[in-house]
């Protein structure tokens, strides 16, 4: 099975503030990865799609993601208060999925 | 838009059955394979069981192999999670999701709550 490794498990930011989320995959997934955000009490919402491409409806001015292979990043910029939930990384590779055990973001 | 509803969680003692069920609208199962995700109290996403496109491959996590089995009818646009030998760590809120050939669980259901406890 593949392990997805999430970095940090939750994070402080001031609103305004640049966000970065890691996602290390134990092997090479190509670009098979997605993220995911869960406001509190919600269900889960994609972000982005293969490691990079935006949701339809998702802010590009805020959100990006980049990687390939072993190596994903999730970058919020100028995070909003709407944005603290938690974040999680999917791959779909391979089977099983399995997803990194999330990132809680708070306001600070 | 598209839209999942799921159904069918109740409280269940340890050892028992429930069966689940997802209707999708806005797209058909014929096109999209399907997953079920659950999350336990507090706790992170875990993927639990997928069907794909054609409704011939199914995958499961290896926790749930041999007791849980993952269907669809096309008719009604649903896709069914038939849980059976409940155990307390099965407790959880099941979400399905609508899969995408680029990225995985695109759209998500608003979950239903399986309870094990005696």
């Known amino acids: 099975d593949i392990q997805m490794t999430q970095s940090p498990s939750s994070l402080s930011a001031f609103v305004g503030d640049r966000v970065t989320i890691i996602c290390r995959a134990s092997q090479g997934i190509r670009h098979d990865l997605s993220w995911h955000q869960q406001l509190p009490g919600k269900a889960p919402k994609r972000l982005i799609y293969?490691?990079?491409?935006l949701q339809s409806g998702v802010p590009s001015e805020r959100f990006s993601g980049s990687g390939s292979e072993t190596e994903f990043t999730l970058t919020i910029d100028n995070i909003q208060p709407e944005d603290f939930a938690t974040y999680y990384c999917?791959?779909?590779?391979?089977?099983?999925?399995?997803f990194g055990q999330g990132t809680k973001v708070e306001i600070k | 838009d598209v839209q999942l509803v799921e159904s069918g969680g109740a409280l269940v003692r340890p050892g028992g059955s429930l069966r689940l069920s997802c209707v999708g609208s806005g797209f058909t199962l014929r096109e999209y394979g399907m997953s079920w995700v659950r999350q336990a109290p507090g706790k992170g996403l875990e993927w639990v069981a997928n069907i794909d496109l054609f409704g011939s491959e199914r995958h499961y996590v290896d926790s749930v192999k041999g007791r849980f089995t993952i269907s669809r009818d096309i008719a009604t646009n649903s896709v069914f999670l038939q849980m059976n030998s409940l155990r307390a760590e099965d407790s959880a809120l099941y979400y399905c999701a609508r899969d995408t050939p680029n990225g995985g669980a695109a759209d998500w259901g608003q979950g239903t709550l399986v309870t094990v406890s005696s």
């Open positions: 999917l791959q779909h590779n391979s089977y099983p999925r399995t």
């Open positions: 293969a490691a990079s491409k």
